[in-house]
């Protein structure tokens, strides 16, 4: 090697934002317009903004407009709170549902391009979990562009943070966060496109990286989605928080696991086992195809288990039908003409005249990095580390507790990104300077790529990766028990050593994809041994975490889980208490946010 | 049983450290429905880790995967070795990176050159109409909407700048349809600065209507009926 790694230079900037999707650049925005002439640097692992992962999200932002005749915040906040399995924090779903309808507005009025009603306002739809009455009947609550309302989001923040001078670093990792004296000071930066590492010194730290589901082996998160931001969390430290509560979406295309939205269910369709039945009203014989997302993917693989299931001749992969044959051609045209397109273009499907194809896949990551209702990123149950924010899907403050209804994880990371950046511009005020690079600044990075660039092993990263996804799926996936969770840790020790025997094929740092590789599957394998742990710890069945030993929800575990992991395999658990201040302020329907029965 | 494919893939090949460029072929099996990212993943797990190429969502969302393959500039995540086959009636690919932007290594591009047009013509309202007097939302008419929403579908993949047969001093019909989203956009006010964006000598006059970006786009936008709208002056 006698390649010496090395800071190539310290940018100075005000705000370092980590992940420039729709959360950190909602962020962003807001800074700028409260604190016009702020210097901010936006780091992202993709190729421009614009190609965040937020961009590729469908459905829907659930908001109630408070003039709304029929429908009330208060049925939202009530959705929210049933659909986490009370599990979610009730000073964030206040907090969240009541400025919803302002961030819809926000956007709408920096161009975003809503679907609109025959009246020339925002039209809305209905969402799986999102109800009138407390539970009665489905409502018609998610502000929508199309079937592409994340693209609609992302094009407007990135627009709106080019129009503030927001100075992008495309192509770039943070791999190492800065500290002094407990403070975050910013992070060493990875430039992929030019093999530098620079050190970005700022007054406050946003991240905002967004999911991780990318250890699965069936997932709707794009390449980029290895867990980096809650590896540098969890290196750092900090905890993680519920990373047991993974979302299966119950429709993924068969095959690569491509998102196929609940909006189809929200306009009609139906999903079918192999003999044709509509199996859902056996299930929730009242929300039916619009249940829960977890519900839905239970019941899926049910049907599956039962043998109620197809198997797909080409990709081999066990299935049911989402039939959408009877949705009138103007809504297949003008609605949902994305998502029908991916049947055509992935499976070779006509979804107006041929069932669909579908299974459950990894979706979204109801945890992360635990928050206060500021987006202060905490280091235990009472404290928070000063400098550093965290938003959107990376972030728990949490909105989501165990499960999370479609249309809130794009409401989340606009209405919390604009809270961050609110508070962010507050404490530039009388923040000080993060002052000179610390002395070990990188020591951790450069010992990390250092050992990447000395591999000479044998093992293939990919039978790595590959064994890794398969393990997960099956033994940390829908379904859970002790005995797989404990077997699913043991192997991932194993996967660990293997990967330290790899073979690196070149050793050039200049848009080394293979070195890169090599830095996400240490956050993979990490960030898997933490759910595994968290897994095996919740012995009781709760939102998207289902333990088939333990398939009742417990009051021993109404709590959050908290997890540290300074050394590989060795996790340390603690606890949060879930805020129920809704209940506790005993107002009107406060007896509906105690702890309640989830049933649809 | 599912069919199987003899592919060869020749891939133009860059390497930063030395700026050597060669052709690299490849020769492996597929399966009908493996896309063109599934084969470059396949030549990475098991032929050549090397060979860098650039995706991230993968289903046709982000425009990260554009590339020209036998010369067609398309997005290689949605290629399916069935449909390639079929169109191209070939099992041999040239497989080449897009022509907007300086290549960083193989067949990955630097993505923010490219972008660089799209900034210069302000994808955000420049100057946003007054609020409804309701201090709700701006009322859009679907009618009006329905005018440009296939345009607002635009995901900057620069499939159709690569097509494009002006590939000079041409802000190029990506950079141009944002311009014109912008234009027929109700709550624009700033409509004379989008216009001299519009025909200035690297807008629309520089377009010869080969009608190349309509013919690639990967969304099926018609983005040369947009183009000509601006030509016949719809817009004032």
Redesign the interface.
């Known amino acids: 090697m006698g390649k010496k790694l090395q800071i190539d230079s310290i940018l100075r900037p005000e705000v370092l934002v980590i992940g420039a999707g729709g959360a950190g650049l909602r962020c962003a925005v807001e800074i700028c317009e409260r604190r016009p002439g702020t210097s901010i640097i936006a780091v992202t692992k993709v190729y421009s903004p614009q190609k965040s992962h937020t961009a590729a999200a469908q459905g829907g932002m659930a908001a109630v407009d408070p003039k709304d005749p029929v429908d009330k915040i208060i049925y939202h906040m009530f959705d929210t709170w049933k659909g986490s399995d009370c599990s979610s924090d009730q000073n964030i779903i206040k907090k969240v549902c009541e400025s919803a309808w302002e961030q819809i507005l926000w956007l709408e009025r920096h161009g975003m391009h809503f679907s609109r009603t025959e009246e020339g306002r925002i039209a809305k739809r209905p969402f799986g979990g999102h109800m009138l009455n407390f539970g009665k009947v489905k409502a018609f609550r998610a502000c929508y562009e199309a079937d592409r309302t994340g693209k609609g989001i992302m094009d407007t923040v990135w627009a709106e943070s080019l129009k503030h001078g927001v100075i992008f670093l495309n192509q770039s990792v943070a791999c190492e966060l800065l500290f002094r004296n407990g403070r975050c000071i910013g992070a060493i930066v990875f430039m992929e496109q030019n093999g530098k590492f620079l050190a970005v010194l700022a007054k406050a730290t946003i991240m905002a990286t967004g999911g991780k589901t990318r250890m699965y082996q069936v997932s709707t998160n794009c390449r980029q989605n290895t867990g980096d931001g809650l590896a540098l969390i969890l290196q750092a430290g900090l905890p993680v928080m519920d990373l047991e509560a993974v979302q299966f979406h119950p429709t993924g295309i068969v095959g690569p696991g491509i998102l196929a939205s609940e909006a189809l269910r929200g306009e009609g369709g139906i999903l079918r086992n192999k003999d044709g039945e509509p199996f859902m009203e056996r299930y929730a014989p009242t929300a039916k195809d619009l249940a829960p997302r977890d519900l839905v993917s239970r019941c899926i693989m049910n049907e599956i288990r039962e043998g109620r299931g197809c198997v797909h001749p080409d990709h081999k992969l066990p299935h049911v039908w989402l039939d959408l044959r009877h949705i009138p051609e103007h809504v297949h045209r003008t609605r949902i003409q994305e998502v029908c397109g991916f049947f055509c273009k992935f499976v070779g499907v006509q979804p107006q005249h041929e069932l669909c194809p579908v299974t459950p896949t990894a979706h979204y990551q109801m945890g992360g990095s635990p928050t206060n209702e500021f987006g202060e990123v905490q280091k235990d149950a009472q404290e928070v580390v000063p400098g550093l924010y965290a938003c959107g899907e990376f972030a728990a403050a949490s909105l989501h507790g165990h499960n999370r209804l479609g249309t809130n994880s794009l409401l989340e990371l606009i209405t919390m990104g604009q809270v961050v950046g609110e508070r962010v511009a507050a404490y530039l005020h009388d923040a000080e300077a993060p002052g000179d690079l610390p002395q070990d600044a990188g020591s951790h990075v450069f010992s990390q790529f250092s050992r990447y660039l000395a591999s000479r092993g044998k093992t293939h990263y990919a039978e790595i990766r590959d064994a890794l996804r398969v393990l997960m799926m099956e033994k940390v996936g829908v379904f859970r028990n002790e005995k797989g969770l404990a077997e699913a840790i043991e192997k991932l020790k194993e996967l660990k050593q293997m990967a330290r025997h790899m073979k690196l094929s070149s050793r050039s740092l200049i848009m080394n994809q293979d070195l890169l590789q090599f830095w996400e599957l240490d956050h993979l394998l990490d960030v898997s041994m933490v759910i595994a742990h968290c897994a095996l710890a919740r012995k009781e069945s709760r939102g998207g975490h289902y333990r088939e030993d333990y398939p009742e929800r417990s009051p021993e575990f109404q709590y959050h889980t908290l997890a540290y992991m300074t050394e590989y395999g060795k996790v340390t658990l603690g606890r949060r208490p879930i805020d129920m201040s809704i209940f506790e302020a005993r107002g009107e329907h406060y007896e509906k946010f105690g702890i309640i029965e989830r049933k649809y | 049983m599912?069919q199987e494919y003899d592919l060869t893939l020749k891939i133009s090949r860059y390497?930063?450290?030395t700026q050597l460029s060669w052709v690299q072929v490849y020769r492996l099996k597929a399966?009908?429905?493996l896309?063109f990212v599934d084969l470059f993943r396949k030549i990475?797990?098991?032929q050549?880790?090397?060979l860098?190429?650039?995706?991230?969502?993968?289903?046709?969302?982000?425009?990260?995967c554009g590339m020209k393959i036998n010369g067609k500039p398309l997005l290689t995540c949605?290629l399916?070795v069935?449909n390639a086959v079929k169109f191209f009636k070939t099992q041999t690919f040239t497989v080449e990176p897009l022509t907007v932007a300086p290549v960083?290594?193989d067949l990955?591009i630097?993505?923010?050159k490219a972008?660089e047009r799209v900034?210069f013509v302000?994808?955000?309202?420049i100057q946003?109409a007054p609020?409804h007097p309701d201090g709700?939302?701006?009322?859009?008419?679907?009618r009006v909407?329905e005018t440009y929403?296939e345009a607002?579908?635009c995901?900057?993949c620069f499939c159709c700048a690569t097509a494009c047969v002006t590939q000079k001093n041409y802000l190029g019909p990506n950079a141009l349809l944002a311009n014109i989203v912008?234009l027929m956009?109700p709550?624009?006010m700033a409509k004379q600065e989008r216009m001299d964006i519009l025909y200035s000598d690297q807008g629309t006059p520089r377009c010869r209507t080969a009608q190349a970006c309509s013919f690639v786009c990967p969304k099926e936008i018609d983005i040369a009926h947009f183009i000509a709208l601006a030509k016949e002056g719809n817009f004032k």
Not at chain 2, 52 to 64: D, K, P
Not at chain 2, 122 to 125: A, D
Not at chain 2, 137 to 142: D, K, L, V
């Open positions: 599912s390497d930063p450290d399966g009908r429905i896309r990475n797990d098991e050549d880790p090397t860098a190429w650039s995706s991230s969502c993968e289903h046709g969302q982000c425009g990260t949605e399916l069935e960083i290594r990955v630097d993505m923010e972008y900034h302000k994808p955000h309202i946003p609020q709700d939302e701006y009322r859009i008419s679907p909407l929403v607002t579908r995901i900057n912008r956009d709550r624009e």
